[in-house]
């Protein structure tokens, strides 16, 4: 298997990527986080495919003003919140669960109103990295995190979730202001997705679908609950991941919950189907020692070649940790295509993936120091072919 590590070497103790997208300049963009040592602080990073030289932008609480060490909660974390427009601009937003300097860990209900260790709330910040120039900085979300978000370019307005409170959001982009939709469930659904009218789409804490209509700005139930395992009643059943089909027809989905299992959305029928264990065995019955991470499904990504791409951690395997998986959307068949893993260790998980021009794959690996992300080329892919642009970029997080 194909497959290229690209390690964030100049930063050795930042352990997470979480946000994965390519710009419409063709690079590749990553917030690089660290959560499990106080005191941090995140980093927009980019890949140039064509030099292949990483660029460390920008460092996010240096950007918002806000000292890592300054004893609050840090911004050390942009979730799936970095996104960029048909412009190139980036915009990112900052999630909340790096601890304070000298902690290791920290909880945000316990130190909402703490006089030092609260978390001040969510930075956005729009940055041109054609000028690498910062447009804009705005503390928008008092005391919580952006848990993922989406962008409608013809509104000129971001969509997001909230964390803890799980309230939806919408942050407007001309004005530089939020609008609260309300909360919708206590449990944080981790990805937004949008039709072709640039609704979005999300669910609540049991699956059970919303959309947030982009032109009356309102929430309205879709009616129609994901599936979810015979000895559950869906709680949790919230997304992970999704990614549109090559035609925008139809999203393919996984949720953060047992079984890991696969969902694709038909946006005009409003149906959605399940297409079974996204790799590996069914998952029938709980077990006590079971975890959502075993079954981990992310990083879906369609390849030039019509083929659906994810990483999947299979606990039936002996190597622990994720597989690059691909899927035929027509006969739904999988193959397995191998372990990703770098000098013989495996990440956590993986997150998120993107495409670029080439049609080369690239997957953010959870859990490692220094953290990295994998660069994987199908097979039939041209070294120096540069492909369309169009449909490349994905609007959300």
């Known amino acids: 298997m194909n497959l290229k590590p690209i390690v964030f070497e100049e930063l050795p103790v930042h352990d997470t ?8 300049d063709g690079k590749v963009y990553i917030g690089v986080c660290g959560e499990m040592t106080g005191g941090m602080s995140a980093y927009v990073v980019s890949y140039d495919p064509e030099t292949e030289k990483v660029e460390y932008l920008l460092e996010v609480a240096e950007v918002l003003g806000i000292l890592p060490n300054n004893g609050e909660a840090t911004h050390a974390k942009v979730h799936f919140c970095l996104l960029s427009d048909d412009e190139g601009i980036l915009y990112a937003a900052t999630h909340c669960t790096g601890p304070p300097s000298g902690d290791v860990i920290w909880r945000p209900w316990n130190c909402w109103s703490h006089p030092v260790k609260h978390f001040r709330g969510s930075g956005i910040f729009g940055y041109d990295p054609k ?3 910062v447009l804009f900085t705005d503390l928008f979300l008092p005391h919580e995190g952006s848990r993922c978000m989406a962008i409608s370019c013809k ?12 309230h939806f959001f919408i942050y407007d982009l001309n004005k530089h202001e ?71 027809k139809d999203v393919y989905i996984v949720l953060q919950n047992f079984g890991g299992e696969l969902f694709r959305y038909n946006f005009k029928k409003n149906k959605i189907q399940d297409l079974g264990k996204a790799c590996g065995e069914e998952i029938t019955e709980w077990s006590p020692t079971s975890h959502i991470i075993d079954d981990n ?26 597989y690059l998986i691909r899927l035929n959307p027509e006969n ?15 990440a956590d998980h993986i997150s998120r993936a993107s495409r670029d021009f080439r049609g080369d794959l690239y997957f953010a690996e959870v859990g490692n ?16 072919k540069l492909y369309p642009s169009e449909g490349e970029i994905r609007y959300w997080g």
């Not at 120091?369 to 120096?384: A, V």
Request: aromatic share 12%; net charge negative.
């Open 17 to 24: 990527c979480w946000s994965l997208i390519t710009g419409a």
């Open 131 to 133: 000028k690498k120039e």
């Open 155 to 166: 509104r000129r307005k971001i969509y997001g979730i909230s964390y803890p409170r799980n």
């Open 178 to 248: 939020v609008r609260d939709l309300g909360r919708i469930g206590c449990v944080n659904s981790l990805a937004i997705f949008l039709d072709a009218d640039e609704n979005a789409y999300t669910t609540d804490e049991y699956g059970y679908l919303i959309r947030c209509d982009g032109d009356k700005e309102e929430l309205e139930e879709m009616g129609i609950q994901i599936p979810h395992p015979s000895f559950q009643n869906g709680f949790h059943n919230v997304l992970h991941d999704a990614v549109a089909s090559p035609d925008s």
């Open 297 to 322: 499904v992310g990083g879906l990504v369609f390849g030039l070649d019509g083929y659906l791409y994810f990483a999947a951690n299979l606990h039936e395997e002996k190597f622990n940790g994720p």
């Open 332 to 346: 739904l068949e999988r193959e397995n295509l191998g372990q990703i893993a770098y000098q013989g260790k495996a």
């Open 369 to 384: 120091r220094p953290t990295k992300i994998f660069k994987y080329q199908p097979e039939g892919i041209k070294e120096n």
